[in-house]
């Protein structure tokens, strides 16, 4: 499957990001935003974001980013990463062109560590998503944050029947028409029904190691924000 999300998102990568804003009806760049906002707070040093595609998250977190911080993204598509690449704050952000799966970085090296709208395309499976989560501990400083935005199911019922009813109905058409992958827009309609609520990524987020982890649902739980630390012990 990694190779089909690779190439998948070779053929996505010019029109991902205009596709995402329409499709979440401008909602992913208010979340982003509001992600951003939340880390104002957060320990300077060196952040990463992880499977960091285009690189919209970046451009955010370079206006807030505390002094003395450097940004680094590591994406395996190198199709999201080059958009990344040409943006105009590029200059001092550290690409890398790697499978995050094995961070091509040492132990404790960051006092951030974001992944937003991915953790569901690189692997739902649990097992394998811990394996993920590790990793991204692994390369996390002791006290350092990690944070992960991403779509979620609402927990009232009714809700996310219509909100399944919406991605249903509009992310492989318009994905399709707008990108001309109807396989890659089929994938990505595919997996936010089948993608954990809230509490249940909580749990998998802990069980990966990290503690005091919570969460913020964004409109009715249709996404959610889960913050987790990596303690000194
Ligand atoms: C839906 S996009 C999200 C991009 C970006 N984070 C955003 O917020 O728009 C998912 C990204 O994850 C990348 N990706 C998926 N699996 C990966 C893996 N195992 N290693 C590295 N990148 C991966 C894809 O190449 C793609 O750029």
Redesign the pocket.
Known sequence: M?KG??II?SEVALTYDRL?HILTLGLDIIW?KRCARFLRRAPSGRWL?V????G??LVYLDRIKPQQTTLFA????FS?LDISRRRNHAAGIHFCL????RLPFPDNTFSVVL????TR??DSNKERLLGYLREFRRVLAPGGLFINLETSQPPVRLIRLLFHAFVRATVRRIGARISGSDAGYAYLAHTIPRFYGAPVLSDIIIEAGFREVSFKRHLFGIAARHTALKSFE
Request: hydrophobic fraction near 35%.
């Open positions: 990694k999300v690779q998102y995402n982003r974001d499977c960091s595609g285009t919209e998250m590591a994406d395996f598509s999201m790697s499978d995050v799966q992944i937003t709208f991915a395309n690189i």
